[in-house]
């Protein structure tokens, strides 16, 4: 007797609904794409016990012909695809023509539709059609599913509880919400309404997707959110990007769509991650809601059974056009500034000028710098220095940082931050002051070698040397931050980050400069002086990005009186 044979259609429609239908979220996902597809412009979603016990979908489409009624429920039959070639030039939601199929399989369903001037009810158990009845119904389409996994036992077993089931849901819908803002989409949980998110006509597409974000990642995220609008190359980046400050250490609050498809994938979320460059520490994921919008023919979305992910055929032109989108996003809201100081006539540190004489308040001297734009000028008022925090006053760093006015700059991370963008900035140098001694500094022939490729770079950093006999390096100048016993050791720091990133075979000049200023910070800085401190503020405004260090850690935090009262509020110990 043979042991091989064919399958029976009910037990392939069953294995097929395994790989489509994971749970009811996965129905609700499969019916609301279907709905898109048909054109919908307001989607209503029902649930009744997280989706086991009923499922409704209602939508507004274009509806379904009498005479595609039966095959719409056969496996492989569908109104999106007909030749191999379309396969990788789709426009569809759906495209393979299991959805209906496999549904009707594991549960009883219900539908109702009406194209054009006519309205059909049907019936489907044990995934076959039963009856088909005149209706009557506007335009659409509605398709109830009801006891789902009813004849598959040990799936409905493997379920969550109603509740996890029913916020799996809701998150779904939330995704697809969020990747079509011109859909109006309602849901309803136990005959009660969740979300209901409207699309409004009057309003720009910015605007009613802002609209959702706030409804969905809450106000205090969405209102600092910095909206995207990048196009190159047939290529869009369309959405919004959370502050820095507000970055996680989950990736659950990011949203991702291409071509209005909710997808997930971490190598496009790291791409936009990358576009955060030193703002964003390495251990948190920013917060994102964005639609990448390119050519069909681009991508291949037959890779996952449920279409969760993608294969992008266009990933190294993808990249860039994510990293800039990012990066324009932030810098638009950062003017350069230019700074200028007149001087009062009293003590003046060399690398600043005072706008205004020195003024005493509560026998405390204060200091006011200001620094001019074309439109706006920003100012700030340093009032304490404590060991590596300098403590000063600005209202105009308030939109940027989202509180204050009161800010603490911690030292090591702004020169850390200055040291970067020496590396990175053709614009920026370290401040540097001169050895009465110069400092020798013998290395190896390899280390050599590695000096002598970035000898350019090393007096924007605040370092001016030059190659003294075959293995010597003479230091004549060094960064103003640093201890003389340090320079040494900094030098040579500098030359091992050049020796990873040779190790690593990677020529980005920001990773090198990244290592580099991290290296920095392991070293015990001295005791700055007022002057000092302030100097290096003064450098530090002139930056378009000054927020946070090489290593994601902030370079300005705010004194908020929340903290002040937990420290006040403290019980001794």
Same mark, same amino acid.
């Given at each position: 007797?043979?042991?091989?044979?064919?399958?029976?259609?009910?037990?392939?429609?069953?294995?097929?609904?395994?790989?489509?239908?994971?749970?009811?979220?996965?129905?609700?996902?499969?019916?609301?794409?279907?709905?898109?597809?048909?054109?919908?412009?307001?989607?209503?979603?029902?649930?009744?016990?997280?989706?086991?016990?009923?499922?409704?979908?209602?939508?507004?489409?274009?509806?379904?012909?009498?005479?595609?009624?039966?095959?719409?429920?056969?496996?492989?039959?569908?109104?999106?695809?007909?030749?191999?070639?379309?396969?990788?030039?789709?426009?569809?939601?759906?495209?393979?023509?299991?959805?209906?199929?496999?549904?009707?399989?594991?549960?009883?369903?219900?539908?109702?539709?009406?194209?054009?001037?006519?309205?059909?009810?049907?019936?489907?158990?044990?995934?076959?059609?039963?009856?088909?009845?005149?209706?009557?119904?506007?335009?659409?389409?509605?398709?109830?599913?009801?006891?789902?996994?009813?004849?598959?036992?040990?799936?409905?077993?493997?379920?969550?509880?109603?509740?996890?089931?029913?916020?799996?849901?809701? #998150?779904?819908?939330?995704?697809?919400? %969020?990747? =079509?803002?011109?859909? +109006?989409?309602?849901? &309803? $949980?136990?005959?009660? *309404?969740?979300?209901?998110?409207?699309?409004?006509?009057?309003?720009?597409?910015?605007?009613?997707? #802002?609209?959702?974000?706030?409804?969905? %990642?809450? =106000?205090?995220?969405? +209102?600092?959110?910095? &909206? $995207?609008?990048?196009? *190159?190359?047939?290529?869009?980046?369309?959405?919004?990007?959370?502050?820095?400050?507000?970055?996680?250490?989950?990736?659950?609050?990011?949203? %991702?769509?291409?071509?209005?498809?909710?997808?997930?994938?971490?190598?496009?979320?790291?791409?936009?991650?990358?576009?955060?460059?030193?703002?964003?520490?390495?251990?948190?994921?920013?917060?994102?809601?964005?639609?990448?919008?390119?050519?069909?023919?681009?991508?291949?979305?037959?890779?996952?059974?449920?279409?969760?992910?993608?294969?992008?055929?266009?990933?190294?032109?993808?990249?860039?056009?994510?990293?800039?989108?990012?990066?324009?996003?932030?810098?638009?809201?950062?003017?350069?500034?230019?700074?200028?100081?007149?001087?009062?006539?009293?003590?003046?540190?060399?690398?600043?000028?005072?706008?205004?004489?020195?003024?005493?308040?509560?026998?405390?001297?204060?200091?006011?710098?200001?620094?001019?734009?074309?439109?706006?000028?920003?100012?700030?008022?340093?009032?304490?220095?404590?060991?590596?925090?300098?403590?000063?006053?600005?209202?105009?760093?308030?939109?940027?940082?989202?509180?204050?006015?009161?800010?603490?700059?911690?030292?090591?991370?702004?020169?850390?931050?200055?040291?970067?963008?020496?590396?990175?900035?053709?614009?920026?140098?370290?401040?540097?002051?001169?050895?009465?001694?110069?400092?020798?500094?013998?290395?190896?022939?390899?280390?050599?070698?590695?000096?002598?490729?970035?000898?350019?770079?090393?007096?924007?950093?605040?370092?001016?040397?030059?190659?003294?006999?075959?293995?010597?390096?003479?230091?004549?100048?060094?960064?103003?931050?640093?201890?003389?016993?340090?320079?040494?050791?900094?030098?040579?720091?500098?030359?091992?980050?050049?020796?990873?990133?040779?190790?690593?075979?990677?020529?980005?000049?920001?990773?090198?400069?990244?290592?580099?200023?991290?290296?920095?910070?392991?070293?015990?800085?001295?005791?700055?002086?007022?002057?000092?401190?302030?100097?290096?503020?003064?450098?530090?405004?002139?930056?378009?990005?000054?927020?946070?260090?090489?290593?994601?850690?902030?370079?300005?935090?705010?004194?908020?009186?929340?903290?002040?009262?937990?420290?006040?509020?403290?019980?001794?110990?």
């Amino acid at each position: 007797m043979a042991t091989i044979h064919k399958l029976s259609s009910d037990l392939i429609n069953k294995i097929a609904a395994g790989e489509v239908i994971e749970d009811p979220s996965s129905v609700v996902k499969e019916l609301v794409e279907n709905a898109l597809d048909a054109k919908a412009t307001h989607i209503v979603i029902s649930v009744e016990a997280g989706g086991l016990r009923s499922i409704t979908v209602v939508d507004n489409g274009g509806g379904i012909k009498r005479e595609d009624l039966i095959l719409a429920f056969e496996r492989h039959a569908t109104s999106k695809l007909k030749t191999f070639d379309e396969l990788f030039s789709l426009r569809t939601m759906g495209f393979r023509g299991e959805a209906l199929s496999s549904i009707a399989s594991i549960a009883k369903m219900e539908v109702e539709t009406a194209y054009s001037d006519q309205a059909f009810r049907v019936l489907v158990e044990q995934g076959k059609v039963s009856s088909i009845t005149e209706s009557q119904r506007n335009r659409g389409t509605s398709i109830e599913v009801r006891a789902l996994f009813h004849n598959v036992p040990v799936r409905r077993q493997f379920q969550k509880s109603i509740a996890v089931l029913s916020k799996q849901i809701h #998150r779904i819908v939330d995704k697809i919400a %969020l990747a =079509n803002p011109k859909i +109006s989409f309602t849901l &309803f $949980v136990d005959q009660q *309404k969740r979300s209901e998110y409207l699309y409004e006509s009057k309003m720009s597409l910015e605007n009613n997707l #802002r609209k959702r974000v706030e409804q969905i %990642l809450g =106000n205090d995220l969405a +209102s600092n959110m910095y &909206f $995207v609008n990048y196009e *190159k190359d047939a290529i869009q980046i369309f959405g919004f990007i959370a502050h820095p400050l507000d970055a996680k250490q989950m990736r659950t609050k990011q949203y %991702l769509s291409i071509n209005n498809r909710a997808i997930n994938s971490q190598e496009i979320a790291d791409c936009i991650k990358q576009g955060y460059k030193t703002r964003l520490s390495e251990k948190l994921y920013p917060c994102f809601v964005l639609n990448i919008t390119l050519p069909a023919v681009k991508i291949d979305v037959n890779v996952h059974p449920q279409k969760k992910t993608i294969r992008l055929l266009a990933n190294s032109e993808l990249k860039p056009i994510i990293e800039k989108a990012i990066s324009n996003s932030f810098e638009s809201k950062i003017q350069k500034k230019s700074v200028s100081f007149i001087s009062s006539g009293t003590f003046t540190p060399s690398s600043f000028r005072l706008t205004e004489p020195l003024i005493f308040k509560n026998d405390q001297q204060i200091l006011q710098q200001t620094l001019f734009n074309q439109d706006k000028h920003i100012s700030f008022k340093p009032y304490a220095l404590i060991g590596k925090y300098l403590m000063l006053e600005s209202h105009d760093l308030i939109e940027q940082m989202h509180s204050g006015p009161f800010f603490w700059m911690h030292i090591p991370h702004a020169f850390s931050k200055l040291l970067y963008e020496s590396f990175t900035n053709k614009t920026v140098s370290l401040a540097a002051q001169s050895l009465l001694i110069p400092i020798n500094i013998d290395i190896e022939s390899e280390q050599m070698y590695l000096f002598e490729r970035a000898i350019d770079n090393f007096p924007k950093m605040g370092l001016v040397c030059r190659q003294l006999g075959e293995n010597t390096i003479c230091i004549d100048q060094y960064p103003i931050l640093l201890q003389p016993d340090q320079v040494e050791p900094f030098f040579l720091s500098m030359l091992q980050a050049i020796s990873m990133s040779e190790k690593i075979e990677t020529k980005a000049k920001h990773q090198l400069a990244k290592q580099i200023a991290n290296n920095a910070l392991s070293f015990n800085y001295h005791i700055f002086s007022y002057e000092e401190a302030i100097s290096l503020a003064h450098s530090l405004f002139e930056l378009e990005e000054f927020c946070f260090a090489p290593n994601g850690k902030p370079v300005l935090l705010a004194v908020e009186e929340e903290d002040l009262n937990k420290l006040f509020s403290k019980k001794d110990r």
